[in-house]
């Protein structure tokens, strides 16, 4: 019997669940930083093996929004909790259950499916009773249908939450070929890898208020062994974008460096990577750039 199903991941911010699901591929599809609200919109990774294909939608941490961009985030974890047949949730071993979490089960309480309870990084915990007391608040909360404590970092475990994930699941069709592992195209995955070294290198307001485009991608007319990628950083002011460039252009060299050395392994060929910088103000306020960047689910 072959089985198959959609698995949501959900959670506050900065839990794991980008982590999570590259460790399961095998390959990054999804970026990762210590900045929360990483994750901007919901991201499938699709696992296959021999006895079933798992996808599961990697989604935007759940928080209180500051701004549409972040009405429309929390709006898209959501929105996965009635289209999945297994509903993970995930939380931070070392936080303890708080307002967040609460929001997020009282979501939970208008769903009939199936969820499970991931508590990850378990290879960070140092305080046992503490991490006992704290899953007991969760037991308390909600009836779950099962507990993992993992490590998605290490991979502590995770073969065995897979195995019940996979159990958990009915008898279904492949949906996508084998050698398939997100439903995103390569441009999204490019420009995420982007703004992914964007968040590593800056701080303070930069992480939250930027966005990149793939302007085009191409083939190289003379070499055929050569992508040409021309993408834009968008910021919201004129100081960011001075942040981003940096002291003679250092900066956005280091962002093109780093994000080369990731595309080249996702494409497999060479790449030249042409960065620009501009200023688009309030972007994360304005339905039309919204619309434009792609998050037009609440629009």
């Known amino acids: ?6 698995v949501t991941i959900i959670g506050r911010p900065n839990v794991g669940k980008s982590t999570f699901i590259n460790k399961v591929l095998g390959q ?3 970026i990762t930083s210590d900045k929360p609200q990483t994750t901007r919109n919901n991201i499938s990774g699709i696992l296959t ?4 294909q798992i996808i599961f939608i990697d989604t935007p941490g759940i928080h209180k929004p500051k701004h549409k961009l972040g009405e429309f985030m929390t709006q898209e974890a959501i929105n996965t909790l009635k289209r999945v047949d297994l509903i993970v949730m995930m939380t931070d071993g070392n936080e303890s259950f708080g307002r967040g979490d609460q929001f997020i089960i009282d979501k939970l309480e208008n769903v009939k499916i199936p969820v499970y309870l991931v508590v990850n990084k378990a290879d960070l915990t140092e305080d046992v009773s503490k991490l006992k007391n704290n899953i007991d608040k969760f037991k308390a909360a909600y009836n779950f249908k099962g507990i993992f404590s993992i490590s998605a970092q290490r991979g502590d475990n995770v073969d065995r939450l897979l195995k019940d994930i996979e159990n958990e699941l009915e008898e279904g069709p492949k949906y996508y070929p084998d050698d398939q592992i997100t439903d995103h195209p390569e441009k999204f995955i490019i420009s995420e ?4 070294k964007v968040l590593r290198l800056t701080r303070e307001e930069i992480p939250h208020s930027v ?8 083939y190289d007319k003379v070499n055929p062994r050569l992508i040409n990628i021309h993408a834009s950083i968008i910021v919201e002011r004129d100081s960011q ?8 252009g250092s900066m956005i060299k280091e ?20 960065l620009h910088c501009k200023v688009v103000k309030d972007w994360r306020n304005k339905d039309f750039h919204l619309r434009n960047y792609g998050y037009t689910e609440i629009l």
């Not at 019997?1 to 959609?6: Q, T, Y």
């Not at 974008?241 to 003679?248: L, M």
């Open 255 to 274: 962002i093109g460096t780093l994000a080369r050395k990731d595309i080249l392994y996702l494409l497999g060929n060479k790449v030249f990577l042409d």
């Open 211 to 218: 966005m990149c485009l793939i302007e085009y991608m191409e």
């Open 241 to 248: 974008k001075g942040i981003i460039i940096g002291k003679g």
């Open 1 to 6: 019997m072959f089985k198959s199903g959609f």
């Open 193 to 196: 890898l982007v703004r992914e």
């Open 49 to 52: 093996r021999d006895t079933s």
């Open 28 to 30: 990054k599809i999804t």
